[in-house]
């Protein structure tokens, strides 16, 4: 491998610049199509929400493993480069001094990241942090183990109940515990006591400028559907439900 600071090393970094720009390029491809779909209306809002924080998660793990580079590791990204078709064959050979048909291709170079939700800030943060600015729409799968909602409800994937401060009526017993989210709430006038573990939590937004939080690992598969939804009458502890033409969230700073 050609010494440090030397026209060869400069190359080689020019090369693998255009590896991380080519690979950071298709993951951006996969953001777009999946905003194209929802704008469409062909995927749901929590849906492509989870494509831009894979995009994340696979920046930071391609720049983490980008990293990582002794001789070895520089000539596999190297030979990586040539499958990409960014470098010739004869190149890699003269910078490598090797033939670059011996040499493998990194195995962690496109592998996806961990888990998107295991890189979020804890759903007990979010509400927190959104509760301080007013109002939140808390989106819950009643079906969950451990939720406490009324029997009408408890078979809803796609449940939003609201929760604040200084709301008429008042949330007397509001609780942001470690393990649940819980007050009491009204529905249809009758007061109702609900627990929420955080595990049935998959998103958080803000009622009045829609910023929020998706959890994608948690989100139902019947919260990824972009249609309409068909419930006649929401409850009256939540709003109206938004079809995925009508949410836009913003993430949580």
Known sequence: ???????????????????????????????????????????????????????????????????????????????????????????????????PDQIAAPDDLDREAAPHGARLPPKREVVNRLLGDGPILVHIDARRPGVEVPTSLASDPRLVLRFGQGLTPAIIDLEIGEEFLAGTLSFGGVPHRCVLPWSAVYAVVSEGD????????????????????????????????????????????
């Open 1 to 99: 491998m050609p010494d440090a600071g030397g026209p060869d090393a400069d190359r080689i970094q020019e090369i693998l610049a255009a590896l991380i720009k080519q690979r950071l390029r298709v993951s951006l491809e996969r953001v777009e199509g999946a905003l194209a779909r929802w704008r469409k209306g062909d995927l749901g809002p929590f849906e492509a929400h989870a494509e831009v924080l894979a995009h994340v998660a696979r920046a930071d793990h391609l720049a983490d493993v980008m990293s990582k580079c002794g001789p070895e590791r520089t000539a596999s990204f190297l030979r990586a480069a040539l499958d990409a078709r960014l470098v010739s064959k004869e190149e890699v050979e003269r910078l490598t001094g090797r033939d």
């Open 210 to 253: 829609q910023r929020g939080m998706v959890w994608p690992d948690d989100v139902p598969p019947e919260a990824m559907t972009a249609g309409e939804d068909t419930a006649e009458e929401p409850p009256a502890a939540a709003p109206p439900k938004r079809s995925g033409r009508q949410t836009h969230l913003k993430l949580v700073e």
